[in-house]
């Protein structure tokens, strides 16, 4: 079984960061969630998280997968911590995956990660930053790259996370995730 870590930092956006871990969960993947510190996380709206555990306890764990949830301030707070910068970059260097969405691309950005690459974000979030190589798909609600997967922001959360559905588990197991959520 495929296991995932979520960060959860203070101001992350909870409707992105509860539908990853929702939906991974359905599918029959391991999600651990994990606060920057302990205790409870306040998301973007106020919603109060509470996390497995925290990112310390966390981080004694290997993953096949890291994908960080947006929204601001939590995708600065992600960003500017070391340990997330030095997991990204190792899950990275390991051709593990990495996924992120909304501003959380700007963590990625950061790691070096999408150098080259093609990825998208929140509208305006990765122009900015002047990554070499980055072809921004301004457009597409998910855009995947080898090992890296990148989605818009809430309106495209659950097709973020039906992406990692399949790219973790197959198609099969995403359609048998998305019959279940009577999307159409």
């Not at 999600?31 to 920057?36: D, E």
């Not at 973007?44 to 497995?52: H, I």
């Not at 995956?97 to 150098?115: E, M, R």
Request: hydrophobic letters at 45%; proline letters at 5%; aromatic letters at 2%.
């Amino acid at each position: 079984m495929a296991r995932v870590l979520v960060p959860l930092a203070e101001g992350c956006e909870e409707l992105e960061a509860v539908t990853i871990i929702d939906l991974l969960r359905r599918a029959g993947i391991e999600v651990v969630s994990a606060g920057l510190q302990e205790g409870p996380v306040k998301a973007s709206r106020g919603t109060v998280l509470v996390p497995d555990m925290p990112l310390d306890q966390a981080l004694q764990n290997e993953y096949d997968m890291v994908v960080l949830p947006g929204g601001m301030p939590g995708s600065d707070h992600l960003n500017n911590d070391a340990r997330i910068q030095s997991l990204i970059t190792s899950m990275a260097r390991q051709q593990s995956w990495v996924a992120a969405i909304c501003a959380a691309p700007k963590v990625l950005a950061t790691a070096g990660v999408l150098d080259g690459r093609q990825a998208t974000a929140y509208p305006g979030v990765l122009q900015a930053m002047q990554v070499p190589g980055l072809a921004i798909q301004q457009e597409s609600a998910v855009v995947c790259d080898d090992k890296v997967i990148t989605s818009r922001g809430p309106g495209t959360a659950m097709d973020f996370a039906l992406t990692l559905i399949e790219s973790l588990s197959g198609q099969a197991k995403r359609d048998e995730v998305e019959q279940g959520l009577v999307r159409s």
